[in-house]
C-alpha cells in the first residue's frame, strides 16, 4: 500500500491510467488541477510524476504537458537463465518471432572467439525479430542473432525456428544450457537493426551480448541482441 504522499499521488494517477480514464496518448490535467484534487504540494505531486515517467507510464513534453505512454517493457533475461519464449510466459505475453535468416557461413570473428572457435569455423547464424502481442500496436521488441557451431548441432539450419524455443531444442539434444554471461551497453544500431525494429535513425537500443554454456563448460551459442532503449529496462537481482 502507497505510504508517503507521493507514492499515494503517483497510485491515483496509475490507477486511473490502468482504468481508461487516461487514455493511451492522452495528455493528464494539470499540475494545478492535480495538486487541487489531491490535496498535495507541487513538489509532491512532481515526485510522483517523476516515478511515473521512470516506470514509462507517463511523458513530460516541455510547453505543453504531460502524456500517457505505455509503459516499458521490462526484460528478466539478466536476471535468470532462460529463452525469450520462458521469459514472456513468465510475463503472460503471446510470443511472435519472424525468422529473418538461418543458414551455415564462417564465423564472424567476435562468434569465433566467444565460442572458443578457430577462425573460419562453420557456425550456424539464426536472426530473428521477436513481438508481444498487443504491446506497443505489436512493434518488436528485439532483435537477435545467434551463432552455434555446426559440430555441435550440425542439422540447426533444417529446423524452423518461427515457433520452437530455441533453449527447449537444445535441452531435447543433451546440449542445455547450464551457465551464461551477458555484457550490456547502449548503442546507435547498424541501419539494418534500425529498419527492423522500426525505429529512428537516432534511437539507441540496449545491445547484449551472451555466451551460453553446457554443464561442462564448452560454449554452445552465441547471441546479439539488440533492444529499443526507449520501450525497455531490465531486471537485475543479486544474491549475497
Known sequence: MPTSLHEQAAEYIRARIASGEYALGA???????LCARLGVSRPTLRQALDALTREGYLTRVKGRGTFVTEPKITHESTSFLAGYREESE??????????????VMRAPDAAAAALELPAGARVTRLVRLRRLEGYRDNAPVVYTTLYV??????????????????YGVLADRGLAVRRASRRLEVVVPPAEVTAALGISPFEPTVFITSVGRMADGRPIEYAESHYPAAGSRFLIEIDR
Open 149 to 166: 557451431p555446426c559440430k555441435l548441432f550440425p542439422d540447426m539450419a533444417e529446423l524452423d525456428f518461427t515457433d520452437l524455443s530455441f
Open 90 to 103: 513468465r510475463s503472460h505475453r503471446t510470443l511472435r518471432t519472424k525468422v529473418l535468416d538461418i543458414g
Open 27 to 33: 495528455q493528464i490535467p494539470t499540475e494545478k488541477e
